[in-house]
């Protein structure tokens, strides 16, 4: 449908066109009228429409005057001319300044019909070529910008962008940001087109770009887009207002993030970069503003050129590791959910890389699997997948799929675990011991993770076994320690492998056992 404005000074004309045939059945809508030419160029602006109808002889501007002005400013709309047999030759004027046709008075319906099927069929030719010219250029100009976001070393690649009128180029600043928006309501990127677009005095130009890792093809895809001189420099308040937009639109918090400022087209890479870097917080939440600053720089660095060997564990991550393994041990759900989420904690805040942040996960996976002491056949059925639990965790697209693949992966081994196991919570707790006396043991430790009262485990224990829980793993790491003297180990090694890091400690008990010091029975053997 193709909108029509009516330009005359006679109040019967308008109605009269207005009725005179079915405008929606030629494929036109009347969008508005005009008394005058002066009224009729502020509508022209307002409403643009694709078809003037319009009286040459009017009041205050002429119709002539109208379409002098119309084309001096670039306007193109097609004209279709009232005139009557008195004016014709002045109407040959306004044909000279580009008209479609002209209409004599008395209108005739035949003929109006007439003048309005070639109008349309000019009009949809019009539309086509256009869209197909706006379409290309719109490439040309997607094409170009990905260029310089990349980085391309052609020389020449900038002079070109300050050629394109649409970019309206240079700027004083510029500023790469990257937008991804996950919804249910299928109409994301035409939002995001929506509200970018709202913004023509900060936002300079937007388009889908490359898909960024890490995506799957499921993904929706992310929106670059540039911001220009003042919002380049304060970014902030316009990345809020945008992200409001697009929450009242389609009910969803977009991710945005944005590079560092530039005050060279040629340096927009550098923005780009750092965008991409930032867009790396994706992957542990998905929605939020996230805006590179000059005091970053540091820290991203650093993470970014850090080392692929593991970090050093401290003696907390230590710790935690141990609880871990004794809650999966012991089947304490809560407690190896709660451990976790601690973990989590740590591991994100030391780094944003997803790569290095699912390296962690699974490092803290096989590690507890090390550390769990399982016999051969458990190892066999845990370790004995290894590719394809790489691959899950590597496919895995953000933190929350992450942590919800392993976390059900170690509920799955503590319940096969306590299945394979004998029943009842204090032979648990010994064959805990039995297991992993070189460990750092504490009853009040186990007592939290079996939901007991330290003390009353503590009597409970005692009536089982006959001997305090110190006592009894005393004695377990002192008649393992025998075994390795027996085989020949160095004191000292006997002690740090039994979970003693005192030798001299390990000699006291020792001696008070077997009534003769580690070195001497070991000598006594020979």
Known sequence: MFKTLVI?????????????????????????????????????????PDLLILDLEMPVIGGLELLAELRKVGNKVQVLILTGYSEFAYAQKAINLGVLGYILKPIDEEELIRELKKAHLLLTQERKERTTDDSTLALAI?????????????????????????????????RVCLLALEGRSGREKKACR??????????????????????????????????????????????????????????????????????????????????????????????????????DEGSISAKSNSSSKAEPVTRGEEELLERLCMAVDLNNKTMINDLLLTVQAKITARNTVPEKIKGAYLRLFLVTLENLELNEEEKKQWTGADRAILDEVYNCENLQRLHEYLRNKLLMLSDCLVQSRPDGVIRR??????????HRIKLENLAQLVNYNPAYLGKFFKNHTGLSFQAYLEQVRLTQGEKLLQAGLKVGDVARKVGYKDPDYFNLLFKKRYGVSPSIYKKSLK
């Not at 260029?147 to 050629?163: I, K, Q, T, V, Y």
Request: proline share 5%; aromatic share 8%; net charge negative.
């Open 8 to 48: 005359d000074d006679e109040p019967l004309i308008r109605e009269g066109l207005k009725t005179i045939i079915d405008w929606t059945e030629q494929g036109f809508e009347i969008c508005g009228e005009a008394a005058n030419g002066r009224e009729g160029l502020a509508k022209v602006h307002a409403l643009q």
């Open 142 to 174: 997607d094409k170009l910008i990905e260029e310089l976001c990349w980085g391309n070393s052609d020389p020449g690649l900038s002079a070109r962008a300050l050629r394109i009128s649409q970019l309206q180029l240079p700027w004083e600043m510029y």
């Open 194 to 295: 929506e509200v970018l677009s709202a913004y023509p005095e900060a936002v300079g130009h937007f388009a889908v770009t490359r898909a960024l890792p890490p995506i799957k093809a499921s993904r929706p895809e992310e929106m670059l887009f540039l911001l220009k001189d003042q919002a380049a420099a304060d970014p902030h308040r316009i990345l809020h207002r945008i992200s409001e937009d697009l929450h009242r639109l389609t009910g969803a918090d977009p991710f945005i993030a944005g590079g560092m400022e530039v005050t060279e087209l040629g340096q927009v890479w550098r923005s780009h970069r750092q965008a991409r870097k930032v867009f790396q917080q994706r992957f542990i939440t998905s929605a939020g503003i996230f805006v590179y600053s000059e005091h």
């Open 429 to 438: 707790i010994i064959d805990y011991v039995q297991r992993n006396y070189h």
